[in-house]
């Protein structure tokens, strides 16, 4: 997003804004009509995996060019974004804080045991210290984001956070196409796999697209407990940017701790108009007939961003990661797995 944040800040800048982000927006949102007619002829799978496996397949086939990139990484980060916030207007804040305190046992015990796992297993495979926490707090609250707020806390080098948001985008296609699966072969419920989708995919595009492709009720449940889980960014960072500074030494360069502003500026500015949006909903202002339009264009355009992100897989990157990183995510993807489940089951019974 570097292209294309700084032009969003600038007011009146649309009108130069507009030609670089279009290119790649319109491949995203014809893939993204593929995917939804996909998802019409064979509703067990929804759009917004078709959209996500079709735009992988094509990448590795043959990468977008450099001019369709901005638009493709907007769809990808400020559309999927704009879907989440859409999501608020079909939910109350009652219903927000009722399954945001529901899943803080699952939410802590995953975790806490995907932190643990990711020191210790990390250390016997070798994976470089900052690298260990990179894919740790991707793995365990969510995805590229956590790694881009944990990164300049503990000062990880720039090939670090390459390699650990590469491991975490294979889990998240891992998650998509595996999860709705497992779900189904389990026999849980929409409110199940919510929780299921919320506290064990990595990141929020993953977890909105495998929810999707359970069905709505569970898209719903996830989202809630996905951005529940999302505000753990703010203590996590805080204390690995306390721990990184009391290992600095007189020879190295002292971490700063996250100050208010941004700390502050740790939470998503779209988790702020989900709440916003359901607090709209808990008024009764939303029409009870505009359910159904709702959910249609939130689909999409959940569509729209899984497009643009399977568009924009770098194979050459993955390659690049090595084995070491991909079998420690591997481990933490099946260890949250398994917690999720586990601690699901003992709390609520499934």
């Not at 495979?125 to 260990?132: H, M, P, S, Y």
Request: charged share 10%; with cysteine; hydrophobic share 55%.
């Amino acid at each position: 997003m570097a292209l294309t944040l700084p032009l969003l800040r600038r007011p009146g800048r649309t009108a130069v804004l507009l030609p670089v982000l279009l290119p790649g927006l319109v491949a995203a949102v014809i893939l993204a009509a593929v995917g939804t007619a996909i998802g019409h002829a064979a509703p067990v799978v929804g759009s917004a995996v078709p959209a996500v496996v079709l735009g992988s397949l094509l990448a590795t086939v043959r990468r977008p060019s450099a001019g369709l990139t901005p638009g493709l990484r907007f769809a990808g980060e400020r559309v999927l974004q704009a879907s989440v916030v859409v999501l608020g207007l079909r939910l109350s804040l009652r219903q927000v804080v009722t399954v945001g305190l529901g899943s803080l046992p699952v939410m802590l015990g995953t975790l806490a045991v995907c932190l643990v796992v990711a020191r210790l297993v990390g250390r016997r495979l070798g994976v470089d210290r900052d690298l260990q926490a990179l894919i740790g707090c991707g793995t365990g609250i969510c995805g590229a984001s956590a790694i881009a707020a944990v990164a300049p806390a503990i000062g990880a080098a720039g090939a670090d956070v390459a390699y650990a948001v590469s491991t975490i985008f294979v889990f998240n296609i891992a998650a998509v196409l595996v999860f709705p699966l497992l779900g189904h072969a389990l026999g849980l419920s929409q409110h199940a796999f919510g929780l299921f989708a919320g506290t064990a995919v990595n990141d929020t595009s993953s977890v909105v697209a495998a929810a999707s492709a359970y069905g709505p009720a569970a898209v719903d449940h996830a989202v809630v407990v996905k951005l529940v889980r999302t505000l753990m960014i703010i203590p996590i960072t805080l204390a690995l940017a306390a721990l990184t500074g009391r290992r600095t030494t007189p020879h190295t360069t002292p971490r700063r701790a996250p100050t208010r502003g941004r700390t502050l500026g740790l939470v998503p500015w779209f988790l702020v108009g989900f709440l916003l949006m359901a607090a709209v909903n808990s008024t009764g202002a939303v029409p009870t007939a505009a359910g159904a339009p709702i959910a249609a264009v939130s689909t999409f355009l959940i569509t729209v961003a899984l497009a643009g992100i399977g568009l924009s897989t770098d194979v050459a990157a993955l390659r690049r990661t090595g084995h070491r990183p991909l079998l420690l995510g591997a481990i933490l993807w099946v260890t949250v797995t398994v917690v999720s489940l586990a601690v699901q089951a003992a709390t609520t019974g499934l």
